[in-house]
């Protein structure tokens, strides 16, 4: 069996240990397909976080009541990829200068976030959206992308997970 698996170039090793991340920026199926398809990444799951409702619906979510926004959990392998790698590609994926927008989708629920798992994580995402402010990559524009300590997730209705996978199409960025 060993033989047999050194000599495959598409085995990946199991992950010894997945840790977890969130993302906010607009519509959850462009962000989720995006991340499901970066080296390293486990899993990324569409959801809804940062609000007041408990189990909240994606109609309850639309309402702009809730307080919730599009989120993607992501699980990922530290050994395969790093939480600043994340962090890259979060900020290629949308435009974290526009508030509550995304495109032509509007409403809180729309938001810029990343809500952190950890202290290291807060830290980092803060540390890179200053490297990016000073970067002028966005111009004059500032960057409203907030960053919180993760509050319970909550995953989207079954029809949302792996939208993009099961029905073709994808978002631009």
Not at 32 to 59: N, R
Not at 86 to 96: I, S, T
Not at 148 to 155: D, E, G, I, K, S
């Amino acid at each position: 069996m060993a033989a047999e698996q050194e000599q495959r170039t598409d085995w990946t090793p199991p992950a010894t240990s997945a840790e977890v991340a969130y993302f906010a920026g607009g519509c959850f199926w462009g962000i989720e397909d995006a991340f499901a398809h970066l080296p390293g990444v486990i899993d990324a799951v569409s959801g809804y976080q940062g609000g007041h409702t408990e189990a909240p619906t994606y109609q309850d979510v639309c309402s702009g009541r809730t307080g919730h926004a599009e989120t993607v959990k992501v699980r990922f392998d530290p050994g395969r990829t790093s939480y600043r790698a994340l962090l890259e590609a979060f900020f290629k994926m949308h435009n974290p200068t526009t508030r509550n927008r995304q495109g032509p989708d509007v409403g809180t629920q729309y938001r810029s976030a990343i809500f952190a798992a950890s202290t290291a994580q807060a830290e980092a995402a803060r540390a890179y959206i200053a490297e990016l402010e000073a970067s002028g990559r966005f111009g004059e524009r500032p960057i409203v992308t907030r960053v919180l300590p993760a509050p319970t997730f909550y995953p989207a209705e079954d029809y949302h997970q792996d939208y993009h996978a099961r029905h073709g199409g994808a978002c631009r960025f």
